[in-house]
């Protein structure tokens, strides 16, 4: 079992930055997969950015890439997102999720792909 819990989301103007956090607990993090989803009410969560368990793989949605990096610190149990760049249409509820494996980043781009998930924090952009 591992439980995920999300942080450091808030409003951000345009333009403007934000690093949201993942803290895991439970099982060994080292051995999962991390992602990041976002998802607005009535819509599908959507395929952000993918980790590798050993942070040497990482993968985007093209919508993100040059803008936001993923990364984790194995030794705090940790993932981050921090984006840059942030437009309107990045606002959502932003999701961690672990998944068991050691496969390269880009096979976790899908949700089925992980195990388990965290609650989520609100990312607010004004333009």
């Known amino acids: 079992q591992v439980q995920l819990v999300e942080s450091g989301g808030g409003l951000v103007q345009a333009g403007g930055s934000l690093r949201v956090s993942c803290a895991a607990s439970g099982d060994t993090f080292s051995t999962y997969a991390m992602g990041w989803f976002r998802q607005n009410p009535g819509k599908e969560r959507e395929f952000v950015a993918s980790?590798?368990?050993?942070?040497?793989?990482?993968y985007y949605t093209d919508s993100v890439k040059g803008r936001f990096t993923i990364s984790r610190d194995n030794a705090k149990n940790m993932v981050y997102l921090q984006m840059n760049s942030l437009k309107p249409a990045d606002a959502a509820i932003y999701h961690c999720?672990?998944?068991?494996?050691?496969?390269?980043?880009?096979?976790?781009?899908?949700?089925?792909?992980?195990?388990?998930w965290g609650q989520g924090t609100q990312v607010t952009v004004s333009s």
């Open positions: 999720a672990a998944a068991r494996g050691y496969s390269r980043a880009s096979n976790y781009a899908g949700s089925r792909n992980y195990n388990y």
């Open positions: 980790i590798g368990w050993s942070g040497a793989s990482t």
